[in-house]
């Protein structure tokens, strides 16, 4: 082979290792976004043994009853809450069945007159096209009933440096992500800020399977709502969703 060839491959070879090397420094950052730190105290505590209950639609009643019991058990054990009386603890519980229904298995009728008789000022057929929406997409969506009945937790509200703090309960500290949901035009017959008014304020939650908002699939979250007692009406009345979650995941907040 000649001097003149072997120099003409030397430059090719030259040529196409230089275009390669410019294509790599100029071509688009990767998108992939690094993987978020997920801490152990999350793991455990969102962690599959800790899911007791996985009930199918005919055993809902059944649990529903028992999630009602440890509510009214869990609630009993805070003076404020306790110092209301018998009924008033039952009401809580009843009080969060009825927005678990609501989450995981609506009815139009039964979900509209629970709110109805918690205050709800919202009109009958703007609660109903609401509703009948939730429901289509749940028949296409079936929600997980995963639960974890012996997660379920109340928990005192207490007032804090911005709006409202839980009591005993740290876990935005502990690396949970929070999500609450915000006040529509309708209000149950709840005042802005009642922790800060002094209202006696509870935060029930429980372990449930929840969609995430972006892949669709299903991962645990602590959900749950926030509750106070309006004295006058003798009940408790939901005024906010809350989901404590893994900070790679997002979730809707639960309806009000």
């Given amino acids: 082979m000649s001097a003149r060839i072997i120099t003409a491959i030397v430059i090719c070879l030259f040529g196409l290792v230089f275009v390669l090397w ?19 105290t999350v793991r455990a505590l969102l962690a599959d043994e ?14 529903f009853a028992e999630v009602q019991r440890l509510v009214e058990k869990n609630g009993r054990v805070h ?8 009924a008033a603890v039952q009401d809580l519980g ?6 678990l229904q609501v989450m995981l298995v609506p009815e139009v009728e039964r979900d509209f007159r629970a709110s109805v008789k918690r205050g709800d000022p919202k009109p009958r057929d703007e609660a109903f096209e609401k509703a009948n929406r939730a429901i289509e997409y749940y028949a296409k969506n079936p929600p997980k009933l995963d639960m974890g009945l012996q ?32 006040r529509n035009k309708y209000h149950f017959p709840v005042p802005d800020n009642p922790v800060q008014r002094g209202w006696i304020c509870a935060e029930v939650t429980m372990l449930l399977m ?6 669709g699939r299903n991962h645990p979250a602590l959900v749950g709502y926030h509750f106070a007692w309006n004295d006058k009406r003798q009940q408790w009345i939901p005024y906010q969703g809350v989901v404590y979650r893994s900070p790679d995941h997002v979730f809707a907040v639960p309806p009000l």
């Fill in 210 to 215: 929840r969609p995430d908002a972006i892949s």
């Fill in 79 to 86: 003076a404020p809450i306790n110092s209301l009386g018998k």
């Fill in 151 to 182: 997660t379920i937790e109340v928990n005192l509200l207490t007032p804090g440096n911005e709006d409202e703090s839980v009591s005993g309960r740290h876990w935005e500290e502990e690396g949970f992500g929070y999500l609450s949901t915000v």
């Fill in 22 to 40: 410019s294509w790599s420094q100029n071509r688009a950052p990767s998108t992939q976004q690094p993987a978020i730190a997920v801490p152990e």
């Fill in 50 to 63: 800790r899911f007791d209950t996985r009930p199918s639609r005919d055993e809902l009643d059944g649990v």
């Fill in 94 to 99: 009843v009080a969060f069945v009825e927005r």
